[in-house]
């Protein structure tokens, strides 16, 4: 079974510039999710989708991060503009249902704002 | 308010020794408790968890222990090896199934050495 997909791996761009991560999960996983990584910190939940659906994104900074999942498959996390504070790693994962079982990463984009 | 909390940046063990990994939580609404192992360049990996409803889970060489009371949980890794070698992140959720987001409160991580 594959794992879940991401691109780029890597990324830098200047503050206030644009930029969107892409994420395919694993192939029947309802559930995908956007996390946060800052260095020295543990993921932090940005948004969760169940299908198309949004359930959760209370912690998404909305001002400036977006996110959609089309078709309920692929997604897209979008930050316009970005800020220097945005420098972390975006994990997307995704699970069978919306428990809070296993969640399944992928490898990660490593965004730098210079 | 750092809800879930892992006090040990970094531990390191011989190899064949017990590794023991601590995690503390504060909010008592939490249910359900997940360790992810994580190498540089990828994505957590889930490596155990365990509901409320138990002290102990076991898999292998990992065993999770869950003490309620005192709002802590730990992982011991037995005999460590060398691929043991990894970040280590205490997850934790209000709800493992059904309800609500159910969404994970992840530590800060903690770097295991497992020296050979």
């Known amino acids: 079974e594959a794992g879940v997909a991401q691109s780029p791996r890597y990324k830098i761009i200047e503050k206030r510039q644009s930029v969107a991560f892409w994420c395919n999960p694993i192939?029947?996983?309802?559930?995908l999710y956007w996390y946060q990584q800052i260095l020295g910190q543990g993921p932090k939940l940005l948004i969760q989708?169940?299908?198309?659906?949004?359930?959760?994104d209370s912690q998404l900074p909305k001002d400036r991060f977006s996110a959609e999942r089309l078709k309920g498959v692929d997604s897209t996390l979008k930050i316009q503009p970005a800020k220097l504070e945005d420098s972390a790693v975006y994990l997307c994962?995704?699970?069978?249902?919306?428990?809070?079982?296993?969640?399944?990463f992928g490898p990660g984009t490593r965004l730098t704002v210079t | 308010d750092q809800q879930v909390k892992q006090n040990s940046p970094s531990l390191s063990v011989q190899e064949g020794r017990i590794s023991i990994l601590n995690c503390d939580y504060t909010?008592?609404?939490?249910?359900?408790f997940l360790w992810y192992k994580k190498y540089p360049a990828e994505g957590p990996t889930f490596l155990i968890s365990?509901?409320?409803?138990?002290d102990k889970n076991e898999d292998g060489r990992f065993t999770v222990f869950l003490n309620k009371s005192a709002k802590h949980l730990s992982l011991h890794i037995v005999p460590s090896q060398p691929g043991d070698s990894a970040v280590y992140f205490c997850?934790?959720?209000?709800?493992?199934?059904?309800?609500?987001?159910?969404?994970?409160?992840f530590g800060t991580g903690t770097l295991l050495a497992v020296q050979p």
């Open positions: 994962a995704s699970s069978r249902g919306q428990g809070a079982g296993e969640q399944y």
């Open positions: 192939s029947g996983h309802a559930t």
């Open positions: 909010n008592s609404m939490f249910d359900y």
């Open positions: 997850a934790a959720s209000e709800g493992w199934d059904g309800g609500a987001t159910n969404k994970l409160i």
């Open positions: 989708f169940q299908n198309n659906g949004v359930v959760d």
């Open positions: 365990i509901s409320s409803i138990k």
